[in-house]
């Protein structure tokens, strides 16, 4: 009796399980997606998809679980989501965004340039695809493709922040310091708290040995909600300028713990413990 009672219960718990329609599965996928819980998120998708295999809505279904996926790190498994989600998708502009931006989480660069490139294509004022494949053509030390889109940007909108302060980078990568500082002081002008800005022309004075303006940019860069490592290894580097060492090895430990690359850190390191 006690056995026959067990699968009774077993069962009824299957068949409510089954019961539940494509509808409150995809609305439970939500829900959890809502908590943060991207793994039962994953799991209630699924189960809709299984539910109904031909819905013409599973197109987005699949995107949906590819973003769970990528914000659980399984960049595989999204891949393949956001793969059938845009075969399946008749007008996949969003989905090509999103699977570019995972291409380049994955350092899949030429793959991401392919998207940004297929997106510009059908849309030749795409902001948001012109600015990563221009960042793509600047990995690639392609300046000049770099800056004919970054100035497609700036004919489309000729204010934009995003636009301006890719042209500012390029003359810092070309070691225009007194140009890049005269391009962010211009850029601060119109938005005073932007953290960003006040980091990058904090490297500009630096590099031209003004080293008190330096630090005042990167306290206002702190002040604006800045904290990575570069902050504090510009900030350190500028305290050995100051022979405050001790100082300096504070920053250079602190940008190591924040995951600054060794190879830079540890030579900065040395410097600073030498006497």
């Known amino acids: 009796m006690k056995k026959l009672i067990l699968i009774l219960i077993l069962l009824a718990g299957t068949l409510a399980a089954t019961a539940q329609t494509y509808e409150e599965m995809v609305s439970k996928a939500m829900d959890f997606a809502e908590q943060n819980d991207y793994v039962g998120a994953e799991l209630a998708m699924k189960a809709a998809l299984r539910a109904e295999p031909a819905n013409p809505g599973n197109s987005l279904l699949l995107f949906n679980l590819g973003t769970f996926q990528r914000n659980q790190g399984k960049l595989e498994e999204a891949l393949i989501s956001y793969n059938a989600a845009i075969a399946k998708f008749p007008n996949p502009s969003m989905l090509l965004h999103s699977r570019a931006a995972l291409y380049c989480e994955m350092n899949q660069w030429d793959n991401a340039f392919i998207d ?57 990568g070309q070691e225009k310091w007194e140009e890049a500082e005269v391009a962010y002081t211009y850029l601060l002008s119109n938005n005073k708290a932007n953290a960003d800005l006040y980091l990058n022309r904090a490297e500009c004075y630096f590099q031209q040995k003004k080293l008190g303006r330096a630090l005042v940019d990167i306290e206002s860069a702190s002040k604006y909600g800045y904290n990575g490592a570069p902050l504090y290894l510009l900030r350190g580097q500028i305290r050995l300028e100051q022979f405050d060492k001790p100082s300096a090895r504070e920053d250079f430990l602190k940008a190591k713990e924040m995951g600054a690359s060794p190879e830079i850190v540890d030579p900065l390191l040395k410097l600073a413990a030498k006497k």
Request: glycine content about 6%; hydrophobic content about 45%; charged content about 30%.
């Open 116 to 172: 940004y490139s297929s997106l510009i294509a059908s849309d030749p004022k795409d902001m948001e695809a012109l600015y990563r494949r221009g960042l793509i053509f600047l990995m690639k030390d392609d300046i000049i493709s770099a800056e004919n889109d970054f100035g497609k940007m700036l004919e489309i909108d000729a204010e934009n922040l995003q636009g301006k302060m890719a042209m500012a980078m390029i003359l810092k």
